[in-house]
C-alpha cells in the first residue's frame, strides 16, 4: 500500500501547472467548477457517471467554500493550480485504497498473506494504474468502487449469504420511496 502512495505520489506533479492538462482524458478544475455550479443537476452531463465527480468536488470543498465566503477568486492562477492538486490528491488517495482493497479480497478468499502481497504488487507495477493513480479522472475511482465489490463478494462468498451481511456490506437495496407506513385508501 505505501508502494501505490508513493508511485502514484511521485507522479502527481506532471504537468503542473497548466490551465490545462496534457493528459488526455483529465478532468480540469475548469470542468469541475462547472459540474459543482450546475449542482450535479440542471442539465449537466458528462461522458463519465457523476460518482468520480463527488468524490473530487469533496476533496476541493475547503477551498471552494473559501471562494463561496469571498476570500479569494476561483479564477486565479493559484487557486486553479490548488483545486489540481487537491483533485490529483483525491485520485491518489483512491490509488491507494485501490490496492489495500485488493489485498484483503485476496486474503479473505484465503489465499494467504504472500498471495495479497503479490496482487498490490501486481497492480501497483502495471504502468497504467501508476499513470492514472496520479491523474484527475474518473478511471482509478470507478476502480476502487470496483475493488471494494470484489472485496464484499469476497466476504459473501468466503463467510455465507445472508441478508443481513449482504445489506451490511453492499446497502440496503429497498427503495425508501416504496416503503409505506400507512395505507392512503
Not at 463527488?54 to 487557486?79: I, K, N, R, T
Not at 459473501?156 to 429497498?174: E, H, M, N, Y
Request: hydrophobic residues 55%; contains cysteine; aromatic residues 12%.
Amino acid at each position: 500500500m505505501l508502494c501505490a502512495l508513493v508511485m502514484c505520489g511521485l507522479t502527481l506533479p506532471w504537468g503542473l501547472p497548466g490551465a490545462e492538462s496534457w493528459a488526455p482524458d483529465e478532468l480540469t478544475p475548469k470542468v469541475l467548477l462547472s459540474t459543482v455550479g450546475a449542482r450535479f443537476s440542471n442539465g449537466w452531463n458528462h461522458l463519465y457517471p457523476p460518482a468520480g465527480f463527488y468524490a473530487m468536488a469533496l476533496g476541493c470543498s475547503p477551498v471552494l467554500a473559501y471562494a463561496q465566503w469571498g476570500l479569494f477568486e476561483l479564477q486565479w492562477p493559484s487557486v486553479y493550480f490548488v483545486l489540481f492538486v487537491l483533485m490529483r490528491v483525491v485520485v491518489v488517495a483512491m490509488a491507494t485504497a485501490t490496492v489495500a482493497l485488493l489485498g484483503l479480497s485476496a486474503h479473505e478468499l484465503g489465499l494467504g498473506r504472500r498471495a495479497a502481497i503479490m496482487a498490490m504488487l501486481v497492480v501497483v507495477g502495471m504502468p497504467v494504474f501508476v499513470f492514472d493513480g496520479a491523474m484527475a479522472n474518473v478511471d482509478v475511482p470507478y476502480l476502487m468502487w470496483y475493488a471494494a465489490a470484489l472485496l464484499a463478494y469476497a466476504t459473501i462468498v468466503r463467510r455465507g449469504f445472508s441478508t443481513a451481511r449482504a445489506v451490511a456490506l453492499c446497502g440496503d437495496p429497498t427503495p425508501r420511496s416504496r416503503i409505506s407506513t400507512s395505507s392512503t385508501r
